[in-house]
């Protein structure tokens, strides 16, 4: 995945090759109490989603293989959000296919620092 953006993804139109793998991990917002006016930094732990692209593996949504794990604040643990295939590729390709089509099922743009 990096080398995709690296080679100009989204913008050079280009597919991202087989075997890209990227993963988001998601946080709660919570207050900064160290700070004087509303900042707000990562809190809790709340899932991680990960896309693979196989096109062999993933026919039926146009190469791409999600997952989703919720993480558990009380084993400090993830679990999977569901054990049915099914639900993933109707929830996460539905939405990545309304809304992200066009930039090959891909939201996320790198994030340049």
Not at 23 to 35: M, T, V, Y
Not at 36 to 57: A, F, H, L, N, W
Not at 63 to 70: N, S
Request: aromatic share 12%.
């Amino acid at each position: 995945m990096v080398k995709a953006y690296g080679d100009g993804f989204p913008a050079n139109g280009k597919p991202i090759p087989d075997g890209a793998m990227m993963a988001k991990i998601e946080w709660l917002n919570a207050p900064n109490p160290a700070a004087p006016y509303g900042v707000t930094v990562p809190g809790e732990q709340t899932e991680v989603g990960v896309m693979v692209k196989d096109s062999k593996r993933f026919k039926e949504t146009n190469g791409w293989g999600y997952a989703t794990f919720q993480y558990d604040v009380a084993t400090k643990t993830y679990k999977p959000a569901t054990s049915d295939p099914t639900v993933m590729k109707t929830l996460c390709h539905a939405c990545h296919t309304v809304g992200a089509k066009a930039r090959d099922y891909v939201y996320t743009n790198y994030a340049r620092r």
